[in-house]
């Protein structure tokens, strides 16, 4: 089993930026996983915005390229997200996944909101 803490949501204004973190349980977990952040806004289907693999390989939604940074730090058992230049139509809660075939597992965190709003 593997728990994940999702935190640094909040209210920003146009152009700002954010930094989300998720911490998993076990480091065990987390080195082998893929880890991804994921969002949901209201009346929206949940949609996959960055992923990082085991490997440091990334993956982004198109609408993020070049604005926000996926990371990992595995001495900390830590994914990151970093957000810069939002937009208003980044507004959703923000959810971590960590994915591991090998494991069987898929875990989701609780969701953090992000609010794009002046």
């Known amino acids: 089993q593997v728990q994940l803490v999702e935190s640094g949501g909040g209210l920003v204004q146009p152009g700002g930026s954010l930094r989300l973190s998720c911490a998993a349980s076990?480091?065990?977990?987390?080195?082998?996983?893929?880890m991804g952040w994921y969002r949901q806004a209201p009346g929206k289907q949940r949609e996959l915005v960055a992923a990082?693999?085991?490997?440091?390989?990334?993956n982004y939604a198109d609408s993020v390229k070049g604005r926000f940074t996926i990371s990992r730090d595995n001495a900390k058992n830590t994914v990151y997200l970093q957000m810069n230049s939002l937009k208003p139509e980044d507004t959703a809660v923000y959810y971590c996944?960590?994915?591991?075939?090998?494991?069987?597992?898929?875990?989701w965190g609780q969701g953090t909101q992000v609010t794009v709003s002046s």
């Open positions: 996944n960590a994915n591991s075939p090998q494991l069987a597992i898929s875990r």
């Open positions: 990082i693999t085991s490997g440091d390989n990334t």
């Open positions: 076990s480091g065990r977990v987390f080195r082998i996983s893929t």
